[in-house]
């Protein structure tokens, strides 16, 4: 007979405990050898959605280079940095890992630039229900409860309430009423009542800004579309660059961006630990539903660490988002969106069966399809329905 895995070993009184899950929206047995998290985590692995992440833009599109983040690679850094934060906290580690893995199921191919076109597709079109537009948290969310069909008895993974809970980073009221009503007091009420979620969730909001901040510097600086004296406006970057320079002088130039990248890194995530550890403990908070209670997150920087990092957001955005040659391949991006959007529309029995639902509005089913490709393939199928051949790519490329 298989023993069940432990569930609370090691975790503190507010962290999510499996063992007191408030469970699935289609209930099922225990699994053996996993607790419900574990179980989560290995749906998400194994789901369609999570392959798909690997040609998924970061910043820089797939075919750009071998070695710039992709969706799937950013995931699982996010995963390694929440895990590590995680495990100092007190904080169930496998829960953190499905949400950081989860966390950009429904994020569209180009990254931002898909996803504010496709937003603004659905708001300008007349179809009924398009008012609602596109969040990427509300469209992972939908991929878990939904698109994803794996099971013969139920759509999506029927994932455990904490990690939809986490998965909704974000949701506009109207969103947040609109799933209030198909389940009351579920994971769209907090957006409500102004509460918190999880420590656990909070942790990989952190752990998802710390990631993307270092290794969004990381792929410029290899881009060669930010050069080193570029970064001397930011202190905590000169701060730790002399410290590494002082300590290895004559470093050569990649080691030495690993070393002040590294150092960056893991003063945000001690910064994490520490300022969290003091507020939990201040707040007197004792359960996750205390926690829950809360009006602001428990999970912070402190007070110049977030400065810093403001500081270097600001910085990516108008260097690396906003650069001329980033611009360009978005505008392409956005274009490519648009057309497929319109082209569906004006002939959905191009869809795939599984996007030609009768339940839903047509301009749903256009956006679950458009959201779900990567960039190749929109790329690809952007061509075969337009005779537009855009990135300067050929069919052979792609």
Known sequence: MITPVGSGVGLATYACDPA????????????????????????????????????????????????????????????????????SLGLSEDLVEV????????????????????????????????????????????????????????????????????????????????????????????????????LEAQLCNLADEIAYNTHDIDDGLRSGLIAFEDLEPLQAWMRHLQEVKQEHPGLDVRRTRYAVLRRLLSEHVYDVIRTSQQLISQSGAVTVEDVRSMRQPLVRFSDQVRSEVKEIKHFLMHALYRHERVM????????????????????????????????????????DYIAGMTDRFAIRDHAQRTGKQLFGLQDAAI
Request: glycine share 6%; aromatic share 8%; charged share 25%.
């Open 20 to 87: 007191r899950s408030k469970g699935r929206r289609h209930p099922e047995d225990a699994a053996p050898t996993r607790n419900v998290y574990q179980r989560d985590r290995d749906r998400v692995v194994h789901s369609s959605s999570f392959r798909r992440l690997v040609y998924k833009t970061q910043v820089f599109l797939n075919h750009e280079g071998d070695l710039f983040r992709t969706r799937l690679t950013h995931s699982l850094e996010v995963a390694q940095l929440g895990r590590s934060m995680a495990r």
């Open 99 to 198: 949400i950081s893995l989860s966390h950009d199921l429904g994020h569209t191919p180009f990254g931002h630039a898909g996803q504010d076109a496709l937003n603004e597709c659905m708001i300008s079109s007349q179809a009924s229900g398009a008012q609602e537009g596109f969040e990427h948290n509300l469209q992972s969310l939908r991929v878990v409860d939904r698109l994803e069909q794996r099971y013969p008895a139920y759509d999506g993974l029927n994932l455990t309430f904490e990690t939809r809970e986490g998965i909704l980073k974000h949701c506009s009221k109207r969103n947040a009423e609109r799933i209030e009503q198909l389940e009351p007091h579920g994971v769209g009420h907090r957006f409500l009542q102004g509460t918190q979620p999880s």
């Open 328 to 367: 360009e391949n978005m505008l392409q991006a956005r274009q490519v969106v648009q057309d497929l959007f319109g082209f569906y529309m004006n002939h959905p029995s191009a869809l795939p069966v599984d996007f030609q639902r009768t339940d839903e509005p047509l301009v749903r089913c256009v956006a």
